[in-house]
């Protein structure tokens, strides 16, 4: 073989050389990028689940009750407290009602007093009785104030719901069944019953 055939084979072999590089040097590089593909399809993956969120976890069968344990223990706190709220409001309005009617009575223990008094010195009757009238007049209008009146019973049907019979007497046919003395007054506390009257009934 001559030395330009062996020259020439060199160079056709180194030629195959190259090529034979340059072909892995470009399967490496293919090779990187579908890695890099592969690596940011799964960052965007993630990123979109962490966008979007995992569902919460359901609470438990615990965790509910204890919720609304807790919240009938409120409710039955709030409730026992305005219990004895309105408790100690009724105790107190019952309070001041009675001192406010005992306030009322003083003044007329104290006419009563004088009256007694007067009654000691004096010898003329007719001036105690008026006295006494006026006494018994100031303490009906204190109890007018406290809004308690008698309950009308002489000539009236006799009522049950605000009359009670203690004795009955034959009176004639027209006033049967009606009230022909009272034994002892009744009164009203507004619309209420505060005393029944005790009453004689004519049959």
């Known amino acids: 073989m001559t030395d330009e055939k062996i020259k020439n084979q060199e160079v056709k072999e180194q030629e195959d050389i190259n090529q034979v590089e340059a072909n892995s040097v470009e399967e490496q590089t293919a090779s990187a990028n579908v890695a890099d593909d592969e690596q940011a399809t799964s960052a965007n993956v993630a990123d979109d689940g962490a966008e979007q969120g995992e569902p919460a976890a359901e609470p438990s069968q615990e965790e509910i009750i204890a919720v609304w344990r807790d919240k009938y223990m409120r409710l039955q706190a709030e409730f026992d407290n305005y219990r004895k709220r309105t408790l100690r409001e009724k105790m107190d309005l019952v309070a001041s009602g009675g001192s406010d009617v005992i306030k009322s009575m003083l003044s007329v223990l104290d006419d009563m007093y004088r009256a007694v008094t007067a ?54 046919e027209d006033k049967k069944g009606k009230v022909i003395d009272v034994v002892q007054r009744g009164y009203m506390l507004g619309d209420k019953v505060l005393r029944y009257a005790k009453v004689v009934v004519g049959e």
């Open 119 to 172: 009654s000691e010195k004096s010898e003329d009757i007719n001036a105690l009785r008026e006295g006494e009238k006026l006494v018994l007049q100031k303490f009906e209008e204190a109890l007018r104030q406290k809004n308690v009146t008698e309950i009308e019973s002489v000539g009236k049907e006799f009522d049950p719901d605000f009359h009670e019979a203690v004795a009955r007497f034959a009176a004639g």
